[in-house]
């Protein structure tokens, strides 16, 4: 599952070279990171509202529409997926309330 990540994450920064009339990721890197931004919340907003309708397909389809954009700004803001894998690699075993309880002595 891995390697789907590391292939996209690799396309993704080749897209920081093309031009942005031939790329939808070179567009939106050329519009900025509030575009990107905007990109998320608005997949964000469409994922809860494929989860609320209980429509399986939907939410599947909306969810990698929202990792997708998530994987632009992960690379517009030269990051890559493996660092988020990391954090949550970090996180295995932890319970949640403890992890929250970390974050807030931070």
Known sequence: MNDVLQ????????RKQAMEEKSYVASLYAKGLD????????????????AKNGDKEQIIYETADLRFHCM?????????PDLVLQELQRRFGLSGLEEKAQRSKN
């Open 35 to 50: 575009t990107i931004l905007k990109k998320i919340g608005e997949e964000a907003t469409e994922t809860v509202i494929a």
């Open 72 to 80: 632009v700004l992960l690379a517009q803001q030269g990051l890559g």
């Open 7 to 14: 292939q996209l994450a690799d396309i993704l920064e080749q």
